[in-house]
């Protein structure tokens, strides 16, 4: 009987759907490093029990020049080819359109080599008083303790919603 090991089946479907992009399914041909993946897990989970506790957050990791991608059809999909592309475009007028923060619940990291996925929920509330929860699979690469690339999947019509429904606060 083969056995395979949850990350290998995940990254293994979402590449053959075409959904991670070449340069994450090239990444799973590498053999692995389980020191490399273990220092890449860990950073990761610290920057979300950061998130947690209010005290930092998976942005902090971001490269300069990382290039995030928001896949599907959501108001915020597309590829942003910088760290401030994507912090001043989707992450300050998200965080603009909430009353009390973000704050997520992880289900799951994998990791191998430079990539790790991590599976996790997230809950807040908008300005206008109601709840918004959306569940989330990121796909990371990251070099040196920093995030390099990144394909965010999310529910696109929970997103949208609050995107459309409240306006976000100006500063």
């Known amino acids: 009987m083969m056995t395979i ?3 290998r089946l995940i990254f293994s479907l979402l590449a053959m759907a075409g ?3 070449a340069g994450l399914a090239a990444s799973a041909a590498h053999a ?3 020191g490399e993946a273990e220092q890449n897990r860990r950073t990761i989970a610290r920057s979300f029990e950061a998130w947690r506790d209010g005290t930092g957050g998976p942005y902090d990791l971001l ?5 995030w991608t928001i896949t599907g059809h959501s108001l915020a999909g597309k590829t942003y080819q910088s760290r401030d592309a994507f912090m001043n475009e989707v992450i300050r007028p998200f965080n603009a359109r909430m009353r009390e923060r973000l704050i997520p619940t992880v289900h799951a ?4 080599n430079e990539t790790v996925i991590i599976h ?4 807040g509330v908008a300005r206008d008083g109601k709840p918004y929860e959306n569940s989330y699979a990121w796909l990371l690469r990251l070099k040196g303790g920093k995030i390099t690339r990144a394909h965010a999947f999310f529910d696109a019509l929970a997103f949208d919603d609050l995107w459309r429904r409240v306006p976000a606060a100006s500063d």
């Open 5 to 7: 090991r949850p990350f």
């Open 120 to 123: 996790f929920d997230a809950r």
């Open 63 to 67: 490269a300069q020049d990382a290039v």
């Open 19 to 21: 959904a991670a992009g």
């Open 109 to 112: 990291i994998y990791a191998e």
């Open 32 to 34: 692995s490093d389980p």
